[in-house]
């Protein structure tokens, strides 16, 4: 299990568990849609911590965005406690 | 319950028969063809439709269904290309004779150029329902990479290893809009659009890889390129081909890939023909043309569900529901594609589909922007 830290939010995530799923899980209103990485709405900035990418992000993602560790929630399994932040999140 | 397991095992059956078929040559490929036609098509027909969605607790089973179609396409394209070439290739001839007594090597010197030409409609046929069918689902998982792995070597045998990428990244983002390359729009027939899509996604699916590629700092021209690693994988597939079954090999296999992929093109040119989505609104059911025809749904995956589908991409097909209020299409799939193939019928009927959809489907921006198409 990991702690992830989410804007003002606390929750935990399963081994192999995506970081959607597990907010999701928490009750949390993370936005998504395709849940294939191909849509990036599932986007966050990753702050601190380390990722497992499901599928390239580099498909949605533009060099801006990698360069400032924005990931998709969908396809990002957790390796470690993670510090996370997404802009569209109430 | 047994049952909505097994009946996903549909093409099995079909797949079993045709090899048969191919085994048995002269008329047995044509009345074999004739029969999975008819049975599909009636059988859509008669039987009706299955709006079932029972919930499934041992889904691993379908996911080893699916990966099963490529070793079972593996074996048909084997004993296709065995069909027409001029030798006994790798004694397989003489090999079952000596285990089952039925000299194939006789029923293929009996069969005539025309008989294997119906063969190659039959077996392209069939590498569209074990190879195109299961790889759209296959590629879908892209979480999962046996899956894609294994969805894009399906896709190879029709030369086609890029839609994994368009279809996903591509159309599923695109769909109903104008620029979208498999949506087709009103007006346009068939024959084109299998020109006109294969072209644009190809283009598309460029695009995407490349965008890809450059945000990775990774060479264009190099193993890195999924495209060209897929252009690889079916050129493999000709090698041996060619090796199995020398030019007459070669010539089946390119021509089973291409119906193939033929078909793909018309498949998608009924899901989505004429429909239209404005800017920023999200795919709904109502993007795609469904249908709920059992022979359609249990021979394919449940792709027949494409309004669901569509919705929410990302959901395997046995969680797919029927939904029974969206926009239906003619007929079961293989009926469908017939109808296709005929554009003056296909537009008469198209046309009261389209008014309705139009009146009852579509939003108010897509009236603006259908009236702004006028
Ligand atoms: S929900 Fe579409 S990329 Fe994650």
Known sequence: MFKIELNQYQFMAHKGETILHAALSAGIDFAHSCQAGACATCQCQLKAGEVRELTDFAFVLDDEQLAEGIILGCQSIPKSNLSLFKSDLK | MLFHYLKFSLFYLLSVLTIIALLAGEDWIALSYLAVSVFIIAGDAWFGEDTSAPVYKHPHIFTAQLF????????????????????????????????????????????????HGIAVFYVGLMVSMIGTVTAHELVHRTWYRPSVFIGRWLLAFSFDSSFSIEHVYGHHNYVAHSHDPATAPRGRNVYQHIVLSTLAGNKSAWRIEGQRLKRRQQPIWSWHNQILRGVAMSLSLLGLSFWLGGVAGLLFFIGCGLWAKALLEIVNYMEHYGLVRAEGEPVLPRHSWNTNK????????????????????HIPFHQLQAMPHAPVMPTGYLGTICLTLLPPLWFKIMAKKLHDWDNNFASESERRLLQRLK
């Open chain 2, 68 to 115: 099963a179609a490529l070793p079972l396409l593996c074996v048909l394209m084997f004993v296709g290309t065995w069909s027409v070439s001029a030798t006994d290739t790798l004694g397989f001839g003489h090999w079952f004779y000596t285990l089952s007594g039925w000299d194939i090597n006789q029923n293929k010197a009996a069969t005539s150029d025309w008989q």
């Open chain 2, 294 to 313: 059992k022979m359609s749904s249990w021979a394919m995956f449940n792709l027949s569900r494409h309004s669901h589908h569509h919705a929410q991409g």
